[in-house]
């Protein structure tokens, strides 16, 4: 009985590794956190004076990470990262005027490969999750 079921599972086991795409939790989020949300969050008010997000252009949900902001360029289009301003601008040249995050450290190739393999795969989100700057 024990073996029959470690048999039947196996063939799934195998399926889901040929096709890992990367995970959101995982590994988009902790990059998106870390990286963007600072710049590209809600409106927020510190003091009296209201901050907008960036270049008018929110990465908190799923939906506002795919819109433009001020460039009109879609920010994600699912499974065409060539086409998603997000990966255009991760890549860029460090000296670049336009790449993001526009201080602070570029993403790591490995990081700019998991955004890449994330759009390419369909840019999944869990539904509900929305992020949030700290502090
Ligand atoms: C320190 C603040 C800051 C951080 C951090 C930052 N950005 Fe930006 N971002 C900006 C500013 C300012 C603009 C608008 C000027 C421009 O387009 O370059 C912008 C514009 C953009 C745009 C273009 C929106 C549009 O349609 O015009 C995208 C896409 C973008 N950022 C993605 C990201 C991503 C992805 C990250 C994280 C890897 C990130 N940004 C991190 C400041 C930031």
Redesign the pocket.
Known sequence: MKQNLVLALLPLGIMVTATAAPDFAKDIQP??QE??????AAPYKKGTRLRK?????R?DTREN?M??????????VPKNAAK???????ILPEDH????????DP?TLA?QKL?KDWIDAGAKWPKGVVLKREG
């Not at 997000?53 to 252009?57: I, R, V």
């Not at 998603?84 to 991760?90: F, T």
């Open positions: 990059i998106l990286k963007c949300i600072d710049c590209h997000p960036k270049g008018d252009y990465v990470i819109k433009a902001g001020d460039s009109e360029e879609p920010g994600v998603s301003e997000v990966y255009k601008r991760i005027d336009d790449i993001m995050p526009p201080k602070g993403l990081e955004i």
